[in-house]
T-cell receptor, first 115, second 112 residues
Framework: DTGVSQNPRHKITKRGQNVTFRCDPI?????LYWYRQTLGQGPEFLTY????????KSRLLSDRFSAERPKGSFSTLEIQRTEQGDSAMYLC?????????????FGDGTRLSIL | GENVEQHPSTLSVQEGDSAVIKCTYS??????FPWYKQELGKRPQLIID?????GEKKDQRIAVTLNKTAKHFSLHITETQPEDSAVYFC???????????FGPGTRLSVLP
């Protein structure tokens, strides 16, 4: 399967714990995006990488959130000291680069539930 | 930053009728406008996109129109089928993948 892969699919944790999610993009894609989606809402942009460089980060993103893409391939999203409001679906998407808008392909997401 | 609005939030049509969903955006730098379909519990899937150098694009029963002057774009689905029932999201962004914003979604129900 050459699509975007996300792990784990589900994560249940207690408030205050740290969690880390992984995203493996489509292999030739150099752009990688993280989004958060809550029920009944559209995906909300969190951050974006071009290769290993983090080029954009939502100003709504708490400093408890950090993302990395160390070798320009897979990416991790970590949430420290989780709160109830962090419960959501975390989606990863990837696209090829270039000077024109390119379609983003989404993974199945990681559903985070905070107890 | 970019702000994308989408209307209506819910839409019910009879099978075989057409459905139209409209979006507006605020950032004149946006020049890439995709539409995604999301079925319950599944990933968003791209169904059609348009770039600012064209005014209309068609793919079988689906078409998108763009008015850059007015900063709005629309999705048109003709001859709707029950399997078209889903939530549809519009989005806007620039050429370099930045400032990418999704609309709040439209829940389309196609009634048999």
């Amino acid at each position: 399967d050459t699509g975007v892969s996300q792990n784990p699919r589900h994560k249940i944790t207690k408030r205050g714990q740290n969690v880390t999610f992984r995203c493996d993009p489509i292999s030739e894609h150099n752009r990688l995006y993280w989004y958060r989606q809550t029920l009944g809402q559209g995906p909300e942009f969190l951050t974006y990488f071009q290769n290993e460089a983090q080029l954009e980060k939502s100003r709504l993103l708490s400093d408890r959130f950090s993302a990395e893409r160390p070798k320009g391939s897979f990416s991790t999203l970590e949430i420290q000291r989780t709160e109830q409001g962090d419960s959501a679906m975390y989606l990863c998407a990837s696209s090829i680069g270039g000077g024109t808008g390119q379609p983003q392909h989404f993974g199945d997401g990681t559903r985070l539930s905070i107890l | 930053g970019e702000n994308v609005e989408q209307h209506p939030s819910t839409l019910s049509v009879q099978e075989g009728d057409s459905a139209v969903i409209k979006c507006t955006y605020s950032d004149s730098a946006s020049n890439y406008f995709p539409w995604y379909k999301q079925e319950l519990g599944k990933r968003p899937q791209l169904i059609i996109d348009i770039r600012s150098n064209v005014g209309e694009k068609k793919d079988q029963r689906i078409a998108v129109t763009l008015n850059k002057t007015a900063k709005h774009f629309s999705l048109h689905i003709t001859e709707t089928q029950p399997e078209d029932s889903a939530v549809y999201f519009c989005a806007a962004g620039d050429n370099y993948g930045q400032n990418f914003v999704f609309g709040p979604g439209t829940r389309l129900s196609v009634l048999p």
